[in-house]
């Protein structure tokens, strides 16, 4: 099926090799990513056993539970998994990627077609329904030429899950892409996020994780040409014993194309771990390009551990900004002065402190209902401090 | 009517030299109806004073007692204190990102009058408030204090002063770094706020200036850690004409 392709933006033109070991070679072929020992960079902070199994690639017929919401237009169909390899999107960059797209059994394809403005957020719910399963996952994204779209992906349930995601944007659309990682918390989520933004396209993708024992994820982004725009925000709430690691890619493949990764994260409990691997790579081809990149984490008790590691590469003189900030502690004492000062007690002053931490990008979502939610869901975090 | 009195106030900071004393034995009443100047020098320990009142933590009260009717607040939590009926305007007003001012205002109104404040006239009373100051009704849009500049945080918390209306108010140098509209701004601020009668007011400055826009009923000069010097209006005209000199000399001796 040409069709597929059809309202793809191009595919890169032939870039120059960069070696590093921050972000290996793209491939379909599992063969090509080697299973990792927890040695290497990119799989060090990750506890490979609770990974349960998945890295071993044993097929699976298990399934999320998908319950979707389209507005008029818009699609949701199968695709095979050819098909979805011949999208003009980045293959995959670790072993769990190509295992995801090479088990699934093809992909599902979430179309919004050319021209096409949705105002209503079309959502997606996955719902794991056995934490025992190994479910692989295979899903495709794409938005049309000049189209417009909000796109909710929710994870709840339970069960051992590894996806492939490709994220196209085609020339001069906009996608809001809003993955919220809700899951019970036994579950184990591992999930790479592809995604290809066209010619003046916009893309901000939210990510946000509160449940399961482990995630796992890695989000990359590169441009297919100039005037592409990438915002990567996430927030996480790490509790006891979770380990939630998130690892963003911006690759500036064309000029004048922009990323900003924020992600903010609270921790509290015994072993709560958290990872942030902020990747940027400008290449020689991409002049005047601007990136940010900041990791904010908040240590609410003691026995948690954050780790946050931002990686800039630079092949080109001519570049508009590049920048980066980690920040990880404790409470500002000066801030919880300030509020108490003012008569507000000390337990509520905390409050407003993470909330008003979480809330710089929770603001930002364009979903009321999944606004409230988070900001519930941080409430109810908080209430076991 | 309330009585804020200070008592034989020993102050001391931790430093990498171990404990330094900054308040060396502080006595001053102060009655609801009074304004009180106290000017003294850089490091006189002026906001030692002012922060140990508020119970600012790095402050560690090693004598005495501040009591507010009676009652000893320096045994009280900061925000005890606050719903005590004291207030702190800051010198540097903290910013504290992602919480609105209108979220702030109301959960410190809250906190204070132990109820919350009826939404239909609040709203409207905090517009007012902010207008009184000069500051445009949407700033209670804004994460507090975040972006404001020198001026708008000063006016800000004048704001602040009236719509929580304690007992008494410290002013930490509200005036330093205001322009003239400004301070004239942040004056009126603190007129409306003491013309009420019944509430009393300590102003911690550096200069005169401000004195020309609010009348003190008592001047104080506060010199290496405790006041040297107690009078009326005219001890501030003294003080703008031959600064500190005299007070630092006796003090070092």
């Known amino acids: 099926m040409a069709g597929a392709a059809a309202d793809a933006v191009e595919n890169l033109p032939v870039l120059d090799h960069v070696e590093s070991h921050l972000h290996p070679e793209p491939s379909y072929d599992v063969a090509a990513h080697p299973v990792p020992t927890g040695l290497e960079e990119i799989w060090r902070f990750t506890p490979l056993k609770r990974l349960r199994g998945l890295l071993e690639g044993a097929p699976s017929d298990a399934h999320l539970a998908w319950e979707q919401q389209l507005p008029e237009g818009v699609t949701l169909t199968e695709i095979s998994t050819e098909e979805a390899q011949a999208l003009a999107v980045s293959a995959p960059l670790d072993r769990l990627g190509a295992l995801a797209a090479a088990n699934a059994g093809g992909a599902v394809l979430l179309d919004v077609p050319a021209d096409l403005v949705v105002d209503e957020p079309i959502r997606l719910t996955l719902r794991g329904t056995a934490s025992s399963d190994t479910v692989w996952g295979h899903v495709v994204i794409r938005v049309g030429l000049h189209a417009k779209a909000t796109v909710l992906v929710d994870h709840v349930g339970s069960a051992a899950y590894d996806a492939f995601t490709q994220v196209v944007v085609s020339d001069g659309a906009q996608l809001d892409l809003v993955t919220v990682n809700d899951w019970d918390d036994d579950a184990v989520h591992a999930e790479q996020v592809n995604i290809r933004v066209g010619r003046d396209a916009t893309v901000r993708a939210f990510e946000f994780t509160l449940g399961g024992d482990l995630v796992r994820t890695s989000t990359n982004v590169d441009y297919a040409g100039p005037g592409g725009s990438a915002d990567l925000l996430g927030v996480y709430f790490a509790d006891a014993g979770q380990h939630i690691e998130h690892r963003l890619f911006a690759d500036h493949t064309a000029p004048r194309t922009r990323s900003n990764v924020l992600y903010k994260g609270a921790l509290q409990g015994q072993d709560a771990h958290t990872v942030w691997i902020g990747n940027v790579l400008i290449r020689k081809v991409a002049e005047a390009i601007e990136t940010f990149e900041q990791n904010d984490n908040l240590v609410l008790t003691d026995g948690a551990r954050a780790d946050s590691v931002p990686n800039l590469e630079i092949e080109t003189g001519d570049i508009a900004g590049a920048g980066h900030a980690s920040t990880t502690g404790r409470f500002d004492d000066q801030h919880l002065f300030y509020l108490q000062s003012r008569g507000v007690p000390e337990d509520e002053a905390r409050r407003l402190v993470v909330h008003g931490f979480f809330n710089d990008i929770i603001r930002r979502i364009g979903i009321p209902d999944v606004q409230e939610r988070l900001v519930t869901a941080v409430e109810h975090e908080l209430a076991d401090v | ?253």
């Open chain 2, 1 to 253: 009517m309330s009585t804020l009195e200070i008592k034989n106030l020993h102050v001391s900071v931790d430093t990498e030299d171990g404990a330094k004393e900054i308040l060396r034995g502080v006595d001053l009443t102060i009655n609801s109806g009074e304004i009180h100047a106290i000017m003294g020098p850089n490091g006189s320990g002026k906001s030692t004073l002012a922060y140990s009142i508020a119970g600012h933590p790095k402050y560690d009260v090693t004598d005495g007692e501040v009591l507010l009717d009676g009652q000893n607040v320096l045994e009280l939590s900061v925000d005890e204190r606050a719903r005590a009926g004291l207030f702190l305007a800051m010198q540097y007003p903290v910013e504290v990102p992602g919480v609105s001012v209108a979220n702030f205002l109301r959960t410190a109104k809250t906190a204070i009058d132990g109820e919350a404040p009826k939404l239909r006239t609040w709203v409207k009373d905090v517009n007012a408030a902010l207008e009184r100051v000069t500051l445009d009704p949407a700033f209670a849009q804004r994460s507090v204090n975040e972006g404001f500049s020198g001026g708008e945080k000063k006016r800000h918390e004048i704001a602040q002063l009236e719509l929580l209306n304690p007992k008494f108010a410290v002013l930490d140098e509200t005036d330093s770094g205001l322009d003239i509209d400004a301070l004239k701004v942040v004056s009126d601020g603190v007129n409306r706020y003491s013309g009420q009668g019944d509430r009393g007011v300590l102003l911690i400055t550096h200069y005169t200036r401000i004195l020309r826009y609010i009348e003190p009923d008592f001047v104080h000069v506060f010199v290496a850690g405790r006041l040297a010097e107690t009078g009326g209006r005219e001890l501030a005209d003294e003080l703008e004409a031959s600064g500190y000199d005299k007070y630092v000399k006796a003090a070092a001796v």
